[in-house]
T-cell receptor, first 114, second 109 residues
Framework: ETGVTQTPRHLVMGMTNKKSLKCEQH?????MYWYKQSAKKPLELMFV???????ENNSVPSRFSPECPNSSHLFLHLHTLQPEDSALYLC?????????????FGPGTRLLVL | KNEVEQSPQNLTAQEGEFITINCSYS?????LHWLQQHPGGGIVSLFM?????KKHGRLIATINIQEKHSSLHITASHPRDSAVYIC???????????WGAGTKLIIKP
């Protein structure tokens, strides 16, 4: 138990559906991250929030829309996804934004787009 | 070519064996992380190194900054060590980590 929870753990959606992934951290951290992990590939950083403000958007398609209403919650809104978006989506948090900070990961949401 | 390369990609060993996983990188860094990902997805941070060596239980991590190389060792390996081990580096000029693709380790009883 890392103190970071994600729901749902598994999600199957069609290309026309709209769904949202939720991440919550109970660690009092200020920075939160969304990562995409595809099979046998390195983690891809998608979005970074620091004190609720988005600091990075690593060329992520607009069909992924993040939302950070407060430092404890992070959402990833999904719409009109493609089959190649099927992957494990991981949320993480850290005390601060510096790369020396330990990131605490949630268990991930395994997404399948049909 | 990824800036962080891990070897081997896959490793199968018998319980009790000494395990070494390698990470090489091509950029100047200020820190390197080793993480463990169990089946099911959850990732746990094991070490953060900027020089020398760190030890935690049966795990040892070393780094050679001049050679741009780090190793993760597991002594007296056990089936519960089976996981994917991921190396990530923090470049000098950026706070964003660069991730390796991971090494999948299976320890057979």
């Amino acid at each position: 138990e890392t103190g970071v929870t994600q729901t749902p753990r598994h999600l199957v959606m069609g290309m026309t559906n709209k769904k949202s992934l939720k991440c919550e951290q109970h660690l009092g951290h200020n920075a939160m991250y969304w990562y995409k992990q595809s099979a046998k590939k390195p983690l891809e950083l998608m979005f970074v929030y620091n004190f609720k403000e988005q600091t990075e958007n690593n060329s992520v398609p607009s069909r992924f829309s993040p939302e950070c209403p407060n430092s404890s919650h992070l959402f990833l809104h999904l719409h009109t996804l493609q089959p190649e978006d099927s992957a494990l989506y991981l949320c993480a948090s850290s005390r601060g934004l510096a790369g020396e900070e330990t990131q605490y990961f949630g268990p991930g949401t395994r997404l399948l787009v049909l | 070519k990824n800036e962080v390369e891990q070897s081997p990609q896959n490793l199968t060993a018998q319980e009790g064996e000494f395990i070494t996983i390698n990470c090489s990188y091509s950029v100047g860094i200020s820190a390197l992380h080793w993480l463990q990902q169990h089946p099911g997805g959850g990732i746990v941070s094991l070490f953060m190194l900027s020089s020398g060596k760190k030890k935690h239980g049966r795990l040892i991590a070393t780094i050679n900054i001049q050679e741009k190389h780090s190793s993760l060792h597991i002594t007296a390996s056990h089936p519960r060590d089976s996981a994917v081990y991921i190396c990530a580096v923090l470049p000098d000029s950026n706070y964003q980590l660069i991730w390796g693709a991971g090494t999948k380790l299976i320890i057979k009883p």
